[in-house]
């Protein structure tokens, strides 16, 4: 049940990398896009470099939880290794989500 978490960590981490070295340019698929971030190409890149930046460590804590559920799976119970694992599952695309909604709610880090 770990490798779930595992891979879903990793994929976002290296979909991170990207958006930190500001290599994106705006575009309509790829990167957090509202009007104002797609208007102005510098708050598009110090956006998702910020995005990218959260985005690689909730990714990090995944990995590193899923390794750890990894070892230590044999001395949990099973409905405890499932909950963990679905957790570590979901923290890159609640980061995701949250950065989103946060953007559009109150336009905290943008301009």
Request: proline share 5%; net charge positive.
């Amino acid at each position: 049940m770990w490798i779930f978490p595992l891979v879903l960590g990793s994929l976002c981490c290296v979909l991170s990398i990207p958006l930190l070295m500001q290599k994106i340019p705006p575009n309509l698929f790829y990167g957090l896009r509202t009007p104002r971030t797609l208007s102005d190409k510098n708050l598009w890149y110090k956006t998702n470099r910020w995005v990218g930046l959260v985005l690689s460590i909730s990714s990090l804590i995944a990995i590193v939880g899923a390794v750890g559920l990894w070892i230590l799976q044999e001395n949990l119970l099973g409905s405890s290794v499932l909950v963990t694992s679905l957790v570590l599952s979901s923290l890159p695309l609640i980061t995701i989500i949250v950065v989103n909604l946060l953007s559009y709610r109150t336009k905290f880090w943008l301009g």
